[in-house]
């Protein structure tokens, strides 16, 4: 049977990289995000080199009548949705709670959290109905560890861990899994918005420091998706080698130069 995905934030990083992923291995991709030019571009390539089943799903995760409206259209497109991948999410800024930018703040609430929350609320009936689904919410190390300025980051992020054991508990009568990836850096777009495209300083955060890359990630997310029946990641922190926790981490010189 071909199974069918919907992948939030799909135009860019983790997003694109997981659509890619389970073209390759026959589903159907159902990919989201506010770009539409660069989601036909990446149906074109799917199609192109998997000959997959790519439909763009464009619509502002912030945007409560825009998910419903989007959501509803796909269902007349669709039978089911096997997987949904909440993984549409940004940092926007990184600065002291006594100086951050409201605007900043909201951005990053209306679309982490309450984004997050106007997609689920969408799918998860479709996989209720289903009796079966699998939904994956992408974190951050910024879950488990608040660091220096990320407040308000760390807090949506924290809001997702919370959200995601949750709807564990909700969906767990349905034989619904429900996954959290929780990643430390990796270099994607992520940087490029958080610093609001501040090329060098985006740059600056992964010099020297081998981060995790999207592709890592949808290796993980496709993992997690094969697993037997009866056995569900509930949760899972990755980083990369130089990277322990939010807080600590070194440069890939420091670490070889420490090891003689
Ligand atoms: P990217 O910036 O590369 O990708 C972000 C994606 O989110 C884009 O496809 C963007 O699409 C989409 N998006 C952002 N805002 C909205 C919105 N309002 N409506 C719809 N889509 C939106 O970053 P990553 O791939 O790194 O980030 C993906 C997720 O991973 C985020 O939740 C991030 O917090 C998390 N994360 C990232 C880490 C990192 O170091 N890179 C580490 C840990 C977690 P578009 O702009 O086209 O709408
Ligand atoms: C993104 C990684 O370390 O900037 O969640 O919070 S970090």
Known sequence: MNKTILVTGATSGFGRAIAVKFAENGY?????????????ELKAELENKYDAKVIPVVFDVRDRKQVEAAIADLKTKVDRIDILVNN????????????????DWEAMIDTNIKGLLYVTRQVAPIMTRQASGH??????TAAKMVYKN????????FAVDALNQAMRIDMLNYGIKVTAIHPGMAETEFSLVRFKGDEERAKGVY?????????????????????????????????CLTQATSVYSIKEADRVKNNG
């Open 150 to 157: 990320g407040n308000v980051y760390c807090a949506t992020k």
């Open 207 to 239: 010099a020297d420091f081998n981060p995790l890359k999207a592709e890592d990630i949808a290796d993980i997310a496709w993992y997690c998706a094969n697993l037997p029946a009866h056995v569900c990641i509930n949760d899972l922190t990755v980083t």
């Open 28 to 40: 159907t991709i159902c990919a989201a995000g506010r770009r539409e030019e660069r989601l036909n």
């Open 88 to 103: 549409a999410g940004l940092a926007s800024g990184l600065s002291s709670i006594d100086e951050g930018d409201i605007d």
């Open 135 to 140: 939904i994956f919410n992408i974190g951050s």
